[in-house]
């Protein structure tokens, strides 16, 4: 069965502070992996997309890792910001020609004052 | 960047009402749209997809006569909810994807949701 499986449920952290989320799945085949920060009763927006073939991919603050040995990623955030307080959700693409995606439940972030 | 515009922001109706909400792509040609359901502290279940021009994929579960899909044009597609009952209730999301080669890389752009509440 398509499982992706985030953790930790959430998360408490101060301004400031760095921390990482995690991401495992077993999806095949696989195409990509996505990370998207979703904020309560909003759409989600695109942080990373990876492919098979790639390792790291950053954008600002944030760092997305791939291993798609052991089929795990993880998501980086560096010098928190209030703003950053949102659901962070793993998406894993099946390559199937077409755009299915297979979504992980999520990391609640707070960052704290 | 690619923007997702998604209308009505917010929905309050009662039991029986047909509810109709816009998907539109501002700024480029979505070749395909897709529908996702998302209820509380749950992950987006994806419910259909479709192609400009053609009949909507519906997954597996999801009634095709209760959720109606219209995707007529490259930067509209419409979900009519019909006969919606109390347990219609729930954050309804909308995204686009612009298609082209390497199209499972392609990114998702996704509207800002629409809660539908039925009374």
């Known amino acids: 069965k398509n499982q992706v499986e985030q953790s930790p449920q959430s998360l408490i952290i101060l301004e400031g502070k760095n921390c990482t989320l995690q991401c495992n799945y077993t999806v095949s085949p696989f195409s990509n992996l996505r990370w998207y920060k979703q904020d309560t009763g909003r759409g989600p927006v695109s942080l990373t997309i990876?492919?098979?073939?790639?390792n790291t991919k950053s954008n600002g603050r944030y760092t997305a890792t791939l291993d798609a040995d052991t089929k795990q990623s993880s998501l980086h955030i560096t010098a928190s910001q209030l703003s950053d307080s949102a659901s962070y959700i793993c998406?894993?693409?099946?390559?199937?020609?077409?755009?299915?995606?297979?979504f992980g439940t999520g990391t609640r972030l707070l960052v704290s004052p | 960047g690619a923007v997702v515009s998604q209308h009505p922001s917010r929905v309050i109706c009662k039991s029986g009402t047909s509810v109709k909400i816009e998907c539109r792509s501002l700024d480029f040609q979505a070749t395909t749209m897709f529908w996702y359901r998302q209820f509380p502290k749950q992950s987006l279940m994806l419910m259909a997809t479709?192609?400009?021009?053609?009949?909507?994929?519906?997954e597996q579960g999801v009634e095709k006569d209760k959720f109606l899909i219209n995707h007529a044009s490259l930067t509209l597609s419409t979900l009519t909810v019909t006969s919606a009952h109390p347990e219609d209730s729930s954050f309804y999301i909308c995204s686009a994807s612009g298609g082209g080669q390497a199209y499972s890389n392609q990114p998702q752009h996704f509207g800002d949701g629409t809660r539908l509440s039925i009374l």
């Open positions: 479709s192609n400009e021009g053609s009949k909507a994929t519906y």
């Open positions: 998406v894993v693409t099946l390559n199937t020609g077409f755009q299915k995606l297979v």
């Open positions: 990876m492919t098979f073939s790639e």
